[in-house]
């Protein structure tokens, strides 16, 4: 679906999907856009920030609260750090600013199409008997494909964190972050690691973007955000996850 106000520019980003084989459906407004999702949800939201009636950043704001996992690609006018951090931290996939080429529009929705099917075929629905791999000694795949570092739980399935078995709601990045990390604790992640994780075009966002997520993620996982003994800095290089309980006996031996 794609929600944008500007007559030519929709008609423009519709023929080139069509061309790629998808089937499009144009909304001109931010409140047609929800009420459209909320009837047929599309495969993937492509959305102008500023729109008429609700506009792109509280479309995605009202989406995420209702727990609605489609892929959103925004597209605004607006080229501030400030503004694709604020669209990133509200739970938009991926940011583009106008004037943008149509052809890269094309290669980032064939991306994030590519990556939520290979999300729902990990699912137990579609191979019951597979579990994800984790590396010898790290985190652990349950039963229930859930990975565990420490009494930190994620759970890439059903998309749910808990803390020793308290809920945490993530946004979609944050939750790309955590996934990623907790499949290999204690390995660091460089920024632009984490940015391939969060979007797959880390050239175009800056590395503040993943400094945003951790700060949020912080506030979420750790007791004293300020003093994180999960998710540490490795100063000069990135992140890493970890155990905080394996540092205390380290400390303690």
Same mark, same amino acid.
Request: charged share 35%; no cysteine; proline share 6%.
């Given at each position: 679906m794609v929600a944008e106000d500007d007559a030519k520019q929709a008609e423009l980003v519709r023929?080139?999907?069509?061309h790629e084989g998808h089937a499009v459906t144009v909304?001109?407004?931010?409140?047609?856009?929800? $009420?459209? !999702?909320?009837?047929?949800?599309?495969?993937l939201l492509v959305?102008?920030?500023?729109?008429?009636?609700?506009?792109?950043? =509280?479309?995605?704001? %009202?989406?995420?609260?209702? =727990?609605?996992?489609?892929? !959103?690609?925004?597209? /605004?006018?607006?080229? /501030?750090? =400030?503004?694709? *951090? *604020?669209?990133? =931290?509200l739970g938009a996939d991926d940011y583009m600013t106008k004037p943008f080429s149509p052809r890269e529009?094309?290669?980032?929705v064939r991306t994030l199409l590519r990556r939520n099917r290979r999300t729902a075929a990990s699912s137990p629905a579609a191979d019951p008997g597979t579990a994800p791999g984790t590396a010898p000694g790290s985190a @652990?795949?349950?039963?229930?494909?859930?990975? #565990?570092?420490? /009494?930190?739980?994620?759970?890439?399935?059903?998309?749910? !964190?808990?803390?020793g078995g /308290?809920?945490?709601v993530c946004?979609?990045? $944050?939750? @790309? %972050?955590?996934?990623?990390?907790?499949?290999?604790?204690?390995?660091?992640?460089? @920024?632009?690691?984490? *940015?391939a994780e969060l979007h797959g075009f880390d050239k175009y966002i800056s590395g503040r973007t993943v400094d945003v997520h951790v700060m949020h993620l912080r506030k979420k996982i750790e007791r004293a955000p @300020?003093?994180?003994?999960?998710? *540490? #800095?490795?100063?000069?290089?990135?992140y890493k996850l970890t155990d905080p309980a394996k540092g205390a006996r380290r400390a303690s031996s």
């Open positions: 023929r080139y999907l069509e909304v001109e407004d931010g409140r047609a856009a929800l $009420e459209e !999702v909320r009837h047929r949800e599309p495969d959305l102008d920030v500023m729109m008429p009636r609700a506009d792109g950043l =509280d479309v995605v704001r %009202i989406l995420r609260a209702e =727990d609605r996992e489609i892929p !959103v690609l925004m597209l /605004t006018a607006r080229s /501030t750090e =400030d503004d694709l *951090l *604020l669209g990133l =931290d529009l094309v290669a980032r @652990r795949a349950e039963a229930d494909d859930a990975l #565990t570092v420490g /009494t930190l739980r994620v759970d890439p399935v059903r998309h749910e !964190v808990s803390v /308290t809920p945490v946004t979609p990045g $944050e939750f @790309r %972050i955590l996934a990623a990390m907790a499949a290999e604790p204690d390995r660091v992640f460089t @920024r632009q690691r984490l *940015l @300020r003093r994180p003994v999960r998710l *540490l #800095t490795v100063f000069g290089v990135g």
